[in-house]
């Protein structure tokens, strides 16, 4: 088990908070990977606690993509990417979801071993 699926299983305890555990994800992977997650918060003009709403994080690949949704909770999808063109989406389940995102971080970390300290870093810390 690699270091980030630690830090995925230590998530899932906190799915009992949506919001918290949302925040958390989007700031962590926001400064690990700058260049390749992008998170959207809500506007509210009075209110200054502008929580995440979505987050989507894009590998060549695979794009991985979260939504708050006030009905539902978070609903979680895996998009299959073809030449920077999204192709496909398919719901799944949040734990499927982390699942999914740790490998293909592995892979990716595997890639560019010169990263691969600086992102665990970030992740789990």
Do not use: Y
Not at 41 to 58: D, E, G, H, I
Not at 80 to 107: M, P, Y
Request: proline residues 2%; charged residues 25%.
């Amino acid at each position: 088990m690699s270091d980030f699926d630690l830090a995925a299983a230590s998530w899932r305890k906190d799915l009992q908070n949506d919001d918290a555990m949302l925040e958390a994800l989007a700031a962590r992977l926001s400064q690990a990977l700058p260049t390749m997650v992008s998170v959207e918060r809500n506007f509210a003009l009075r209110n200054k606690n502008r929580k995440v709403q979505k987050l989507t994080v894009q590998f060549k690949d695979q794009h991985f993509f979260l939504k708050k949704d006030p009905s539902f909770g978070i609903s979680a999808e895996i998009g299959k990417v073809v030449g920077n063109i999204c192709l496909s989406r398919e719901a799944c389940a949040f734990n499927d979801w982390l699942t999914h995102l740790s490998q293909q971080l592995n892979v990716f970390l595997e890639q560019h071993t010169n990263k691969r300290h600086a992102i665990e870093n970030f992740l789990l810390n």
